[in-house]
């Protein structure tokens, strides 16, 4: 166990709809950070979040969004999918910027 | 921008070979650079880091040095076993914070 705790873990969904992914950081750690892991892709960097604010934005769709809440914990959204969203979506936390990063075991999203 | 170009795989090995998986890098500035294991079926886990040049880094008796002449960090183990099977992923992270990863190496090791 990371310490970094995703859920759900598996998530099978229709094209058009809507769905949410929970991450909760270790404990003790401000930076959260969601990748998303497909075939053709590798891992691309989504979005980070320090202390509940934005601080980088990477390969996000406009149809991507997220947050972290005052706990901490943070939630990736993702709307009006499409086949091609299915992926692993990986969360990280570290303590600091530029820190060591602690990985979740990630959300497997599949899109039908 | 930062980014990572490592060795293609995939890599089968026998059991007590060598291994070594190629990675180089772009970036400004001084990144640090990592290398991460993913296991079958389970997230990324970080193997070893180093943050300055000439630094080792070490772990399960995997190494790396970071060479900022050369701008690499191989990946390197003596005596591989069936169970270090997985990805590896070389990555940097630079002024902005985010980690670059590189595509990532399949390694298969045969008892």
């Known amino acids: 166990d990371s310490g970094v705790t995703q859920t759900p873990k598996h998530l099978i969904t229709a094209t058009g709809q809507r769905v949410t992914l929970r991450c909760s950081p270790r404990?003790?750690?401000?930076?959260v950070y969601w990748y998303q892991q497909s075939l053709d892709q590798g891992l691309q960097f989504l979005i980070q979040y320090y202390n509940g604010e934005e601080r980088a934005k990477g390969n996000i769709l406009e149809r991507f969004s997220a947050q972290q809440f005052p706990d901490l914990h943070s939630e990736l959204n993702l709307s009006s999918l499409e086949l091609g969203d299915s992926a692993l979506y990986f969360c990280a936390s570290s303590v600091a910027e530029g820190a060591g990063y602690t990985f979740g075991s990630g959300t497997r999203l599949t899109v039908v | 921008g930062n980014s990572v170009t490592q060795m293609e795989g995939p890599v089968t090995l026998s059991e007590e070979a060598f291994l070594t998986i190629n990675c180089t890098y772009t970036?400004?500035?001084?990144?640090?650079l990592f290398w991460y294991v993913q296991y079958p079926g389970e997230g990324l886990q970080l193997l070893l880091k180093?943050?300055?040049?000439?630094d080792k880094g070490s772990n399960k008796g995997f190494e790396a040095t970071y060479r900022k002449e050369t701008t690499s960090f191989h990946l390197e183990k003596g005596s591989v076993q069936v169970s270090d099977s997985a990805v590896y992923f070389c990555?940097?992270?630079?002024?902005?914070?985010?980690?670059?990863f590189g595509a990532g190496t399949t390694v298969t090791v045969r008892a």
């Open positions: 990555a940097l992270s630079g002024n902005d914070y985010k980690l670059s």
């Open positions: 970036a400004t500035g001084y990144p640090s």
């Open positions: 180093a943050t300055k040049a000439d």
């Open positions: 404990s003790g750690d401000l930076s």
